[in-house]
């Protein structure tokens, strides 16, 4: 295989390279004679990115037979681009035949010098197709990246997960608060507090999608997702360098959500390559108690087929993962969590029976639990049973309590509830973080 | 040179330099180890600093008198000592104050065979330094340059397009081969590690690039990397803003020979040796030459 690009298009290849290289290690090329395909899936299996270019984004799209693999490391691949992209007038990518070891890279500068490498490629070339029809989710939002990125900076940046709530538009009754008529979306940080991170600042963000968002479609109950923002941002950047809008589908807690370019329709230039961002999400709702019928949190990893529909075996695989890893993210101290659980629903009973679990598997605990796209299905329909809008309503005076954000398995040491003293108190309760009472800055307290 | 009746008593250098931001330029440039120790040699032609590390590779600093704006020798012989490269630059350093060009003078010996350093133009405060020297326990190897054959196999490449290829090379993780070939006139740098690559620099391609180019058979040495990126690592911004090109030899046995010229000039103050904008004296530019071993295997490899 052969192709040859220059000019915009090996920009766009630049970012691309820039954006994999920021989900996983190794690129996994794919080329027939209608398309180019690049992916790449990090090593916990919780997000797949896929950037695909048609052959009119090449100046030359050579392919010897019908479909040709390799799998190189993106780090090789960015080593190739730290020749400055203005420096280069055009780039070559070859493999002589589909059994070769190598794939060369060579960049003609304007300079006059010329630089080949030779990437190896894998041997065991692990390839993974993941494909998920974008209209399968009922529900999504098209944001323009600088407005993203704007309120992105709301957030510490050291942010690991993030949620978005999202609720109708229309659902709010008309006595609700008027800080929070309009407000439909809300995006809220999520902590791990299982991790001694020094990161205490939470943030919540309510934001009107009629002014924020380009577009924004939900219906129904209220739904949150949370997943992780590292990816977020590098999907970001990718289309902000693009100059195109993102389009983030999503259903609700625990599938995944997808993101990809929303392309003007004059944007006819730009519709020669296209992006698709997956990204599992927390199996736990924010918004809802956990299932009585099982422990509260579980996580597997997205379920990734070689084939291309996405698995129904991944149930059946997640129900054993969920008993074999209770609690991925996890309180690990059960007398905090007996004590924070402020909305009575018998959430305490259920958490302190989850801790015993949990405690056993601290050891286990990871950043976030990832799980099976298909997982949830059967889960879902109890959460939905819960009443959720007046709970949605509450956290909007001053006191910034959220009811249904008190189910402990989510907020740790229980100062991520809302009620104001728990702020003070957190670093009482908590003998283990002696550091967060004195490292917490004054506004944190003052805010109080 | 100083004929005074106190001859015996006068230092045998005294020197005044009116920029010192060029010499710390000049003296960074060969500067790729934390730390390092310096000979410095001392002549009625200027100062000269030479390093070495582990036989392989030498670099010398030529700092000739033109460039200071007082010159008194007055030693007999060769005065040479030793003194730590980092410690030196970083005094130097104490000197410069940025935006405003400082002058220096430099004495040596003191009473306990110090190098002195002191300011000499500001009228509020006064600096004023002593630096240790040692007694230079190695001789330095003469690296008796010799041309490869007749005709010196030579190239001079732009400083900017050298520094980024070789730090290119860094990738391959290995030893870099450096190929000459006079048809089609080109130069190749190849490293063959976890990954391969070769960069060539083609004469016809942009005659900005490669500014000279001299060879009338094929050859091929293969050198360490860290030793070629010690020779480009460090090599002052100024260079590169100036499009300075640096020079290439490769000399018998496959000895390679790099030099690069580093302006030494006073930015701010109208300087009677720099007849216009841009264009530098020569008597304003320091040179700096490195010396490279090659790895012992080949000779003369045909690719």
Known sequence: MEFILSGNALKTFARSITCLSRVGNELAIQASPSLLALHSINSSRSAYQSITFKPGFFDVYNIAGNQVECSVLLKAICSVFRTPIASIDHLSIELPDPDASKVQWTLECYSGVRKAYWITCNVEPNIQHLSLDRRRFPSNFVVRPRDLNRLLANFQSSLQEITVIATEPTSFPSDAASEIGGKAVELRSYIDLTKDNDSSLHTQLWIDPAEEFVQYTHTGDPVDVTFGVKELKAFLSFCEGCEVDIHLYFEKAGEPILMAPKFGLDDGSSSNFDATLVLATMLVSQLHESNPSEPPQAGSSMHVQAANSTGSQAQGRSGVNISEHPSEHTKIWSDLSGSATKSGNGAEGRNLQGETNLNANANEQKEIPRFSAMHISKTAPNRENEPLDPNICHPVEGNNVEEPRDRSENNGQGFSQRHPSNWVDADEDDDDENELCVQSTPPYYEEQ | ?303
């Not at chain 2, 005294?14 to 920029?19: A, G, K, R, T």
């Not at chain 2, 240790?132 to 001079?156: K, L, M, V």
């Not at chain 2, 990126?229 to 460090?234: E, K, Q």
């Open chain 2, 1 to 303: 040179m100083n004929s005074s009746a106190l001859d015996s008593e006068a230092p045998d250098l005294v020197c005044q330099l009116d920029n010192v931001q060029g010499m710390v330029d000049a003296l960074t440039a060969v500067r790729w180890k934390r730390s390092q120790d310096a000979v410095i040699e001392l002549s009625e032609h200027g100062i000269v600093l030479i390093l070495e590390e582990n036989a392989c590779l030498q670099a010398k600093v030529y700092l000739q008198r033109e460039l200071f704006i007082l010159y008194e020798y007055s030693a007999h012989g060769r005065p040479r000592f030793g003194v730590s490269l980092s410690l030196f630059v970083d005094c130097l350093n104490t000197f410069s104050v940025p935006g405003h060009s400082s002058t220096i003078e430099i004495r040596y010996p003191g009473p306990d065979m110090q190098l002195l350093l002191k300011s000499v133009d500001s009228l509020d405060a006064g600096i004023y330094a002593e630096i240790r020297t040692r007694i230079p326990d190695t001789i330095s190897w003469d690296y008796n340059f010799e041309p490869a054959g007749s005709t010196p196999i030579t190239f001079t490449v732009k400083s900017a397009a050298l520094k980024e290829a070789i730090d290119d090379l860094e990738w391959p993780g290995s030893s870099i081969q450096i190929t000459l070939q006079p048809v089609p006139p080109t130069v190749t740098f190849r490293g063959d590690g976890h990954g391969d690559l070769q960069i060539d620099f083609m004469y016809y391609a942009n005659r900005d690039l490669l500014m000279a180019f001299h060879c009338d058979s094929q050859i091929s040495h293969r050198y360490k990397y860290k030793f070629l990126r010690a020779m480009t690592s460090n090599i002052p911004v100024s260079v590169l803003k100036d499009n300075r090109g640096s020079k290439l030899t490769v000399g018998r046995g496959g000895m390679l020979k790099v030099q690069h010229l580093v302006s030494v000039a006073r930015q701010s103050i109208p300087n009677p040796h720099i007849d216009s904008a841009g264009y530098q004296h020569p008597s304003r530019i320091a040179y700096i030459e490195f010396f490279v071993k090659p790895e012992e295997d080949e000779d003369n490899i045909n690719d």
